[in-house]
């Protein structure tokens, strides 16, 4: 039961730090730098998941990076501005 809570946690700050990562380094939502550093962070995170095999942390890390590639995308096709103030 304890390494499934471990894994979890594991999974779930690997997930929130690639997808809150622009946020946390100030970085615009749509900018070239956060595409950029997101596709690093997917590269590298699934480098490390063939090379070292199962890891919660960086399936976390896969799947935020490509959560935030995905919102990005869609973001854009459909012109949505996340930042309106009324």
Known sequence: MLD???????????????????????I??????DLSLTLMVLFFASVGLFYYGPN???????????????????DNILSIDHHQRD
């Open 28 to 33: 615009d939502k749509n900018s070239i730098l």
């Open 56 to 74: 919660a942390f960086a399936f976390g890390l896969f799947l935020g990076a490509g959560w935030n590639i995905l919102n990005s995308i869609l």
């Open 4 to 26: 499934f809570l471990s894994n979890s946690l594991f999974l779930l700050f690997g997930f929130s730090t690639s997808v809150f990562f622009g946020d946390i380094l100030k």
